[in-house]
C-alpha cells in the first residue's frame, strides 16, 4: 500500500475497461451480499469465479496484498456467515490465491 507506483498502471488499466462499456453498476461489481456473503451478480458463494479473476488480476503485481485482502474478509466473512467451517473459509476465501 506504501510501494510507488504500484497503483498507477493497474488504476489506468481497471479504468480502461470501464470506459469502453457503459456504466458499472453494483450487479456488474460482484461484489459480496452480506452478511449472507454470496455474490450480488451471479448468486455464488463470493468470492465467485468472476471475482477472483477479477482480483487475482488486479493484484497480479502485488499477490501478498491479495492475501491480506482476502484474510481481512475472512475474518469479516467468519462472523457474519456463521454456518461454515473453518477450513471452508480458508479454502474459499485463501484457497484460490495462490
Ligand atoms: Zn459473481
Redesign the pocket.
Known amino acids: 500500500m506504501h510501494q510507488p507506483g504500484r497503483g498507477a498502471g493497474r488504476a489506468g488499466r481497471f479504468g480502461g475497461s470501464a470506459i469502453s462499456g457503459t456504466v458499472v453498476g453494483v450487479s456488474r461489481l ?1 461484489a459480496a451480499d452480506r452478511p449472507s456473503w454470496q ?1 450480488k ?2 448468486g ?1 458463494p463470493w468470492p ?1 469465479p ?2 477472483r479473476d477479477q482480483l487475482f488480476d488486479h493484484y497480479a503485481q502485488d499477490p501478498l496484498g491479495l492475501i491480506a485482502l482476502m484474510s481481512s474478509y475472512l475474518a469479516e466473512a467468519s462472523a457474519e456467515i456463521g454456518d461454515i467451517t473453518g477450513t471452508d473459509l480458508y479454502q474459499r476465501f485463501l484457497g484460490w490465491t495462490r
Open positions: 460482484h455474490c451478480a451471479c455464488e465467485c468472476t471475482r
